[in-house]
């Protein structure tokens, strides 16, 4: 059970989010109506999306400072497990979008942008498979990751604030903060990010140690 | 006897909303109660994904054990 307490804990704060996201009262807004309950489940997938990705960003700093090849590991598999909660969340987005912009995908920069982020990231994974010497391949591909996470910041973060888009809180639109101010959906909302980050960190974990097993048996 | 409590409790919680209802929300499956049919599906979806990455992460533990 040692070293378990943080995944039961993500387990926790996913069923809350759940729950309620589901039953807690949400502010009554026109085209939205009971839509907003997915700012606790299709926002939280970006949030925790770029969490993972902050920390993948992180190791492989470290290995670019250590040379460790345990912290390339570590970056990469921290990686793919935020592409899985990216594609979560473009494919929750455009669920949502047909059901109030209108449109299952919509010209907006922060969805163009989120797609270009997703290629970039997808071609990290592309660059590490066409690399055969471990060494070569975590150097090139951790300083990659560095320059991948400055275009997420770019796309996903700066360029939708720049210029016009339909995500609230940004190109002028207001956040969901401004409607919600007796700070409600936060109660709900800041639990769900941290669940789901400690959901990704458990499946990180699970494909490390499963990584560390399959390239012990090639010894 | 709980569940009629309970369910008066959540009309009174309700009764400031009924003011504002310019705005179609899903009341009616609130009120018949219905929603919690929903919270329940998700809940075991959720608690069948993390029964299976426990098994998996129960798996790995063996092994990690049996290559020392």
Same mark, same amino acid.
């Given at each position: ?136 391949? &975590?150097? %090139? ?5 560095? +320059?991948?996470? #400055?275009? $997420?910041?770019?796309? =996903?973060?700066? @360029? ?31 639990? &769900?990010? %941290? ?5 990704? +960190?458990?499946? #990180?974990? $699970?494909?490390?140690? =499963?990584?560390? @097993? ?6 | ?68």
């Amino acid at each position: 059970m040692k070293g378990m307490w943080w995944k039961i804990l993500g387990v926790f704060l996913v069923l809350y989010a759940i729950v309620g996201g589901l039953l807690i009262e949400v502010p009554r807004l026109p085209i939205l109506n009971e839509t907003i309950r997915n700012l606790y489940f299709h926002v939280t997938m970006w949030f925790s999306m770029i969490i993972l990705l902050t920390a993948s960003l992180v190791h492989s700093i470290q290995y670019l400072s250590s040379g460790s090849l345990e912290r390339d590991t570590r970056a990469t598999e921290t990686a793919s497990v935020g592409i899985l909660l990216g594609l979560l969340g473009v494919i929750t987005g455009s669920l949502w979008a047909k059901f109030t912009w209108g449109a299952y995908w919509v010209n907006d920069p922060k969805l163009n942008g989120a797609a270009i982020t997703i290629l970039i990231y997808l071609a990290y994974n592309i660059l590490r498979g066409s690399l055969e010497d471990p060494k070569k391949r &975590a150097r %090139i591909s951790a300083v990659y990751n560095i +320059f991948a996470y #400055v275009l $997420l910041i770019v796309f =996903l973060i700066i @360029l939708p604030r720049v210029t016009d888009s339909l995500h609230p809180g940004n190109g002028g639109n207001p956040a969901f903060s401004t409607y919600d101010l007796d700070n409600n959906m936060r109660l709900v909302f800041y639990p &769900a990010i %941290i669940g789901w980050s400690l959901i990704g +960190f458990w499946m #990180v974990n $699970l494909r490390r140690r =499963l990584f560390l @097993l399959e390239s012990k048996d090639d010894d | 006897m709980i569940r009629r409590i309970l369910a008066a409790f959540l009309l009174l919680l309700s009764l400031p909303t009924f003011a504002q209802d310019q705005v179609p929300m899903a009341d009616l499956m609130r009120s018949s109660g219905k929603i919690y049919v929903v919270v329940g599906v998700l809940v075991i979806i959720f608690v069948g994904i993390v029964v299976y990455l426990w098994s998996l992460d129960k798996r790995l533990t063996k092994m990690e054990k049996q290559s020392k």
